[in-house]
């Protein structure tokens, strides 16, 4: 876990755009460490649609199903003072995050631990993460997410729907900064519409899974290498816009001006794209 920290922070040295973490790149200093601290997370599901926000600045994190009748269970394993987790309940709005503090030049980044690995639960919930720099795994297939919205710095975060989401989701709202981002099963999201914004950064979206009614997606990046996979056999229509753009086109798409079809039954996707300048490839 040491080196994603130093990696996102150092690296990239991106302004963390959540939370209230500031970054000042002046003086370099050492940050105070101590032996590992874990806090246990064990979160009630409230009565009807929780509004769960996760709130949190460098480090790792880990989701995935699992919390039965809970709302959320887990552990944060932190070993600085300032990431002490805090739950926040407010009837149906639940809180779990970390205290304000300032992240200036770390010269001992690769000892600083900050870990979080929570199972998220059955009950219908309305999503929302707030991070810095970090490095995520989190498999939210099979949950009842009515929405989801992720916002992060820098960060390299793999997103995987395995399994229908059980709920039809409004929206889906991923906005990042210079990033190494991949969603999987993108389909199974089960959502009406998608916004996905971004800075400079690599971009792997897969829209595999069940497409159960239209949908819309609107992507808005920097420069960027993007790649969109599609599986034949689903229509979608892809309208591209911005600057300088190469696009990539696996077989079965058909293009016309700045619109690239592919022939499908059932519903239809539909993906505009608006990117500064930068890599696309369609493919299934």
């Not at 790792?60 to 309940?89: D, M, S």
């Not at 996905?196 to 971009?203: I, L, P, W």
Request: net charge negative; aromatic share 6%.
């Amino acid at each position: 876990m040491k080196h994603p920290i130093i990696i996102a922070i150092l690296v990239l040295a991106l302004a963390s755009l959540a939370c209230g973490f500031n970054i000042n790149f002046n003086t370099p200093r050492s940050m105070e460490t101590g032996p590992d601290q874990t806090e246990t997370i064990n979160v009630k599901a409230p009565a009807g649609t929780a509004k769960l926000s996760l709130a949190f600045g460098a480090g790792e994190i880990k989701l995935a199903p699992g919390a039965g009748a809970a709302l959320a269970q887990g552990t944060v394993t932190y070993n600085v003072a300032e990431f002490k987790p805090e739950v926040i309940e407010n009837g149906s709005e639940i809180q779990i995050k970390q205290g304000d503090f300032e992240i200036t030049n770390i010269l001992n980044a690769n000892k600083i631990k900050n870990d979080w690995d929570l199972k998220l639960g059955d009950a219908p919930m309305a999503l929302s993460i707030e991070a810095g720099a970090y490095q995520g795994s989190m498999s939210l297939g099979g949950l009842s997410l009515e929405s989801l919205a992720i916002q992060d710095g820098a960060s390299q975060n793999e997103v995987t729907f395995d399994a229908p989401n059980k709920v039809e989701m409004t929206v889906l709202r991923y906005d990042t900064g210079a990033s190494d981002v991949t969603l999987k099963g993108l389909a199974n999201a089960n959502f009406n519409s998608m916004i996905f914004k971004a800075g400079a950064g690599s971009y792997d979206l897969d829209f595999s899974g069940d497409l159960q009614r239209d949908a819309t997606v609107t992507l808005d990046c920097g420069l960027s290498d993007m790649t969109l996979r599609v599986p034949s056999g689903v229509h979608a229509v892809v309208t591209v816009d911005g600057g300088l753009n190469n696009v990539t086109t696996g077989s079965g798409w058909d293009k016309s001006g700045g619109t690239y079809t592919q022939a499908g039954d059932g519903p239809t996707l539909t993906i505009v794209i608006n990117m500064g300048a930068g890599n696309l490839t369609l493919t299934d």
